[in-house]
Structures are given as C-alpha cells and as structure tokens.
T-cell receptor
Framework: DADVTQTPRNRITKTGKRIMLECSQT?????MYWYRQDPGLGLQLIYY???????NKGEISDGYSVSRQAQAKFSLSLESAIPNQTALYFC??????????FGSGTRLTVV | DQQVKQNSPSLSVQEGRISILNCDYT??????FLWYKKYPAEGPTFLIS?????DKNEDGRFTVFLNKSAKHLSLHIVPSQPGDSAVYFC?????????????FGTGTSLTVIP
C-alpha cells in the first residue's frame, strides 16, 4: 500500500456541487498538507494541519475547507465547485525532517 | 508573488551528458531547499535536499549546489539517463523544522534523449 493514499484519483463534477477529496497516510506523520498544481504555477498550498486540533490556511484557501478526522486522515472539501478549481490536487505528509511525502494526486475537473 | 522561480520550463539533454536544472529564490530567510521529481500520473518524489549551512550536497548521480549570495541553486545530474526524464521542482522553506511550509517553483521538464 502507498504511504499516502488519495481518493478519488480522477473526478469530474458540475459547477455548484460539493465535493470531498480524501487523503490517508501510513507514515505516522503529524503534519499533513493539501497542495494544488496548475500548469505554469507550480504547487500552491491550500491548507495544512500539524495535528487533529490544528488547521491552518495556506496561500489559496478561499473556496476550500478541510477536516482532520484523525492523525492519518485529512480531507479537502470544495463547498461549491467552480471551473477555476479544475486542477491537480496533492496531499502530502511530513515529519519535520526531510521533506514531504506526496500522494499520487487527484485530477479534478469542474464543468 | 513567486518566491521560488524556475525560469526554464523545459530542457533536453543527450543520454550520458550532464543535465543542469536551475532555481532562483527571492526570500533571503530560506534555509532549507529540496528538489523533487515528478513523473506523469504520479505524485512528486523527494530527490535531494540541502541546508543553507552547506553549498553542495551529493547523492549518487545527483548534486545540488547552493549559492546563497546569488539566491540560486542548481541540480546537476551526471550522467543523465532516459529514466531521468520527468518534471523537476525545487522548493524552499524558512524554518522548516519549526513548521513553516515549502514554496515550490513552477517546474522544469527534463527530457533525456537516448
């Protein structure tokens, strides 16, 4: 099993729908992150969490919310999806040494 | 404002030759730097890191150089192999061990030609 698992891998949704992207990890890391990748823009931080009770906004949190259900689970929600949220979404974990361990990504298309 | 920049979107290199990928940053507080490699349909994977107390770090065919005065780092791959064809991201953090995030560049797509 992968260290960081993201579901779904691909999703097409309609404008205005609520959608949740899920992430689970077996690394035992406290830190978890959601990044978004757009062509030509690299990876941008949406939200991050250092433990279940600690949630922090990243650079581009507007239109998104998160939930840290357990140390191993961190989900990202789009309350009302819009087309410019079409992107590749990555979940990542970290321990504070080394760098991030990324999941395989979720390709989200909002039509 | 982009704090980490990779100004070359793509690079092509012959197999066996050296690949040099460049990265510039603007924040002088950055003290820890990473390179990630990303294949299509996969997440980025960690390649090599360097702390600001060093100017060079090697791991096999991969060497990262840091020039703090120029706010520039580079990744050297020698010799380049076709399996190195991927997108490479550099990332930087100011105080990573205290919880600060990494900022990523926009990536350079490397193609190694057999």
């Amino acid at each position: 099993d992968a260290d960081v698992t993201q579901t779904p891998r691909n999703r097409i949704t309609k404008t205005g729908k609520r959608i949740m992207l899920e992430c689970s990890q077996t690394k035992g890391h406290d830190r978890m992150y959601w990044y978004r990748q757009d062509p030509g823009l690299g990876l941008q931080l949406i939200y991050y969490s250092f433990d279940v009770k600690d949630i922090n906004k990243g650079e581009i949190s507007d239109g998104y919310s998160v939930s840290r259900q357990a140390q191993a689970k961190f989900s990202l929600s789009l309350e009302s999806a819009i087309p410019n949220q079409t992107a590749l979404y990555f979940c990542a974990t970290a321990s504070g040494t080394g760098g991030y361990t990324f999941g395989s990504g979720t390709r989200l298309t909002v039509v | 404002d982009q704090q980490v920049k990779q100004n070359s979107p793509s690079l092509s290199v012959q197999e066996g030759r050296i690949s040099i990928l460049n990265c510039d940053y603007t924040n002088s507080m950055f003290d820890y730097f990473l390179w990630y490699k990303k294949y299509p349909a996969e997440g980025p994977t960690f390649l090599i890191s360097i702390s600001s107390i060093k100017d060079k770090n090697e791991d096999g065919r991969f060497t990262v150089f840091l020039n703090k005065s120029a706010k520039h780092l580079s990744l050297h791959i020698v010799p380049s192999q076709p399996g190195d064809s991927a997108v490479y991201f550099c990332a930087a953090s100011a105080g990573w061990n205290t919880g600060n995030q990494f900022y990523f560049g926009t990536g350079t797509s490397l193609t190694v030609i057999p």
